[in-house]
């Protein structure tokens, strides 16, 4: 049985060539069982017509805010709410640039920003348009907001033109999704502890020993996690991020010290605790109480103490089922590094970065890791939005403890 039986699914089509292409999606969707409603932007109907989407789909297709006749509103508030997905294919130029900077003027973009569930985008143009740096920064910015993005293939366009911009077929659209359902809920009653960000050690009341971290992988897995069923306790320094979903408790804390606390207490509720956040190595051993002024002679000297390693602490306390992942950010002798943490600190598993990997540090949207088992098992990725990695990790997690026989 297809996973998408009885999903509700939003199919958004915009106005290009390859709608002719979504009634074939659509037809596999119904086919899977999914029940489908079709929001078509106005400039899609030049292409395809509702009675065609309509009559396969079985329900009136929306593409106005109101029906003219009888002034009847169309929510795109409870659509949203009504979908476990949208998947928007084709997504034109203009309707990515429309997505991305928040222009609601027509029913498929304000249900787009409506959507409460996971969004697909499979863009489709002609392959300058594809390229330019506008179509690329906007696709960008829809793939940081958490919307996975279909690739557009390579081959003949419509143009007569050969290159990257054909929608991907409608039957490898339908592996994604049935795919992405069919993990979806993987993690159901699993308890998953996740630290993120970076800590900050205080000097005085006004400064502080800190570090570069963003904390956006630790927070793209707490997403993750709790999007595939499990309850998440997110631990995290202080961050510029925001994170509102249900099966997320937030903890928020500034220092090694207050992690750890808040780490031990809730550990051994856990099945799976991943420590991705950045920790100070040291503090300074006193924080002076008023601001240290400027007006000595003397250079301050700050006296530095060693924090707890958090890692090994859970490492040590760690029981029989429960899984413990660490991350490694190494610049040099990286796996060697890697491997003498995963031992030090009782790990299961490691997720190394490379300060050598561009795009794969502090700041970015993106990441580039290998992951190393205890059992010496090892796999290495690809440069991808840290929103993917996460899947991979998460992925790796899962396989992991089957091995183990846990699950
Ligand atoms: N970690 C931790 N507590 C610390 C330091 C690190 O929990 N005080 C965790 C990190 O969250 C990460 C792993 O340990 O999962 C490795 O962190 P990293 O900074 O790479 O290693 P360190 O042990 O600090 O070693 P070094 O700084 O010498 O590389």
New binding site residues.
């Given amino acids: 049985m297809s996973p998408l039986k009885g999903k509700h699914i939003i199919l958004g089509i915009c106005g290009g060539i390859a709608a002719y292409k979504s009634v074939s999606l659509l037809r596999l969707l119904v086919k899977a069982g999914a029940e489908v409603q079709v929001v078509i932007t106005p400039a899609g109907k030049e292409f395809i017509t509702p009675v065609t989407l309509s009559s396969l789909s079985q329900k009136p297709v929306v593409s106005e805010f109101f029906t003219a006749n009888t002034g009847e509103w169309h929510s795109h508030v409870d659509l949203g709410l009504w979908a476990d997905c949208m998947v928007i294919a084709p997504a034109t130029a203009s309707t990515l640039g429309k997505m991305a900077h928040g222009i609601a003027d027509n029913m498929l973009v304000t249900t787009y920003l409506s959507a409460k569930s996971q969004v697909f985008i499979a863009p489709a143009m002609d392959l300058d348009m594809m390229a330019h740096p506008s179509t690329q920064a906007n696709i960008e910015s829809l793939r940081s907001y958490g919307n996975i993005i279909i690739e557009p293939e390579s081959g003949e366009l419509a143009s007569g033109l050969v290159g990257k911009g054909r929608m991907e077929e409608p039957e490898k659209i339908v592996d994604v999704l049935e795919e992405y359902f069919s993990k979806s809920l993987d993690l159901i009653g699993k308890r998953v502890l996740i630290?993120a960000g970076p800590t900050r050690e205080k000097i005085d009341p006004v400064r502080f020993i800190g570090n570069y971290s963003s904390g956006k992988m630790g927070y793209s897995l707490a997403e993750k996690f709790a999007s595939r069923g499990a309850q998440v306790t997110l631990v995290s320094g202080p961050v510029a991020l925001k994170i509102d979903n249900p099966s997320v408790t937030l903890v928020k804390v500034e220092s090694?010290r207050e992690?750890?606390e808040a780490c031990t207490h809730v550990f051994p509720d856990m099945d799976i605790a991943v420590?991705?956040?950045?920790?100070?190595?040291y503090a300074p051993k006193d924080v002076a109480e008023r601001k240290i002024k400027r007006e000595h002679d003397d250079v301050p000297v700050i006296h530095l103490v060693k924090?707890?390693?958090?890692?090994?602490?859970?490492g040590a306390l760690k029981k029989d089922g429960q899984t413990l992942?660490?991350?490694?950010?190494?610049t040099d002798h990286e796996v060697e590094?890697a491997c003498e943490?995963l031992l030090?600190?009782n790990?299961d598993m490691?997720v190394l970065n490379s300060m050598r990997d561009k795009g794969a540090c502090f700041g970015t949207d993106t990441n580039k890791v290998s992951i190393i088992a205890s059992d010496g098992s090892r796999m290495d990725f690809g440069l991808k939005p840290k929103c993917e990695v996460a899947d991979d990790i998460i992925d790796f997690i899962i396989g992991l403890r089957k091995k183990f026989m846990i699950d």
């Avoid at 924090?307 to 859970?314: E, K, V, Y």
């Avoid at 992942?325 to 190494?330: S, T």
């Fill in positions: 630290t090694a992690m750890l420590m991705c956040a950045a920790v100070a190595d924090n707890p390693d958090i890692a090994a602490s859970l992942v660490g991350f490694a950010l190494e590094n943490k030090r600190k790990l490691i």
